[in-house]
């Protein structure tokens, strides 16, 4: 069995003559609606500044260079390619794959720029909690 001593302030006699138990609220726990608020407020500060942050990345331009330079793709934070540059002495008729390939490898090294800087940037806001649909 386990002792729990209370004391007068902890319980009080009903108007039935009965003792009931006063419920407490941890203190590091209280606060009530002047703690939503101020949750509410740090929930909106870091919204907003996700939002510049999603804005200030779809505005930058990411680039990869494959093939020791033989191919450079630049996609925008939006993830669409803006330029591909393939060096002439790439192209040969010949192995048509092997430029598909470094095109396909730069392109996606491009868009993996763009994931990459995006979830480090993110997590310096969230704290390093994942926010689903966010990015």
Known sequence: MVGVSLSEDDCKNNSKGEFEMKARIPKNMGGGAQNMNS????????QDQITVL??????RDFSAVVGGGAVEVVVTGKKTIKSLTIKPEVVDPEDIEMLQDLIISAVNEAVNNVETTTE????KITGGVALPGLF
């Open 39 to 46: 949750m509410i407020k740090q929930a909106q500060k870091m």
């Open 120 to 123: 480090t940037e993110m997590s």
């Open 54 to 59: 999603q804005e200030d990345i779809e505005g």
